[in-house]
């Protein structure tokens, strides 16, 4: 059974006290599930119509177009990663889907000559991006404070944060392009972000629950899905639960749009002083949100 909440109202328009009530809420899941269905979250629901239609329009260009658009460590990974382009963090395979990349870059890493040129075919999806950013931000807020933290602890690490929009297209006929030999889309992982946010257009996605149970999260009119990720669980030290994922192989062509909220480039996350002791020893090695996480995209794309 997948968790419901009924929000306050959009992240951006949150008092105090409504991060307290929603902190209240999700408090019980993010420590059991890790993953649940926001509603009355102020997307709008035409503005994700659009979105599906830039998607639409994008992913039927010729190849040679889309491959303009390549995502390499040079565009900071922005951009367009052709089907079988990533390599599965399970087996010999690749992902049976194609991806694209919008949001933020870091002046830490060398920059495209312009940024705007892997945004210039989605400006619904960058509008979208704002929304769910906000968001983000407000749930970020509410795991803190049911962790006992201030309700601003994680800001400190979203100064310049490297939040991203992934634009999924996953077609019937890709499993057999790529010759699968599995019997998923996308392999079982648990996302590099502290949370993220998805909307699907066809059931596809599976999480698993905390007996290794798969579940297939259904499409639910004007609710999106939200699951924790591995820096929420890391600087938790396991109180809220990452949710593993993956995505079935699908009967008809399939969109996503999967947001990830995550923090600064080159901030170490690790277990949390305040959360580990002689009782609850740290559970997880220090990740560097910049060269850890490069050298995880290098892996699986690179050539």
């Not at 963090?89 to 992902?95: C, F, L, V």
């Not at 906000?134 to 601003?152: F, S, W």
Request: net charge negative; charged share 25%; glycine share 8%.
């Amino acid at each position: 059974m997948i968790p419901h909440v009924q929000l306050p109202g959009p992240a951006g328009e949150w008092t105090s006290k409504d991060r307290q009530s929603v902190a209240e809420r999700i408090g019980g899941i993010c420590r059991k599930e890790g993953y649940f269905f926001v509603h009355n979250h102020g997307v709008p629901a035409e503005l994700l119509k659009e979105v599906y239609a830039e998607m639409q329009r994008f992913y039927r260009l010729p190849p040679e177009e889309k491959s303009k658009y390549d995502a390499t460590e040079k565009s900071q990974f922005l951009g367009y990663r052709g089907l079988g382009r990533e390599k599965s963090r399970t087996h010999a395979g690749t992902e049976a889907c194609e991806q694209y990349r919008i949001g933020n870059t870091t002046p830490d890493l060398a920059l495209p000559e312009s940024v705007d040129f892997y945004h210039e075919h989605f400006p619904k999806s960058l509008e979208l991006f704002g929304h769910l950013t906000r968001l983000g931000d407000g749930l970020l807020a509410a795991c803190a404070l049911d962790l006992g933290l201030e309700e601003d602890f994680f800001s400190a690490h979203l100064g310049a944060p490297l939040h991203r929009l992934g634009l999924n297209y996953y077609g019937a006929s890709h499993l057999s392009r790529v010759g699968s030999k599995v019997d998923y889309a996308m392999s079982p992982h648990v996302d590099l972000s502290l949370l993220t946010i998805l909307d699907q257009d066809e059931p596809g996605l599976d999480v698993r629950d905390t007996d290794g149970t798969w579940l297939e999260v259904p499409s639910v009119d004007s609710a999106l899905f939200v699951f924790l990720a591995d820096y929420v669980q890391r600087w938790s030290n396991g109180r809220h639960r990452a949710a593993p994922h993956r995505v079935s192989a699908v009967r008809r062509d399939r969109m996503s749009v999967q947001y990830k909220h995550r923090p600064d480039y080159g901030v170490v996350i690790a277990p949390l002083e305040a959360l580990t002791g002689p009782d609850e020893p740290a559970k997880y090695a220090p990740l560097d949100t910049g060269s850890d996480y490069v050298a995880v995209l290098r892996s699986i794309l690179g050539r």
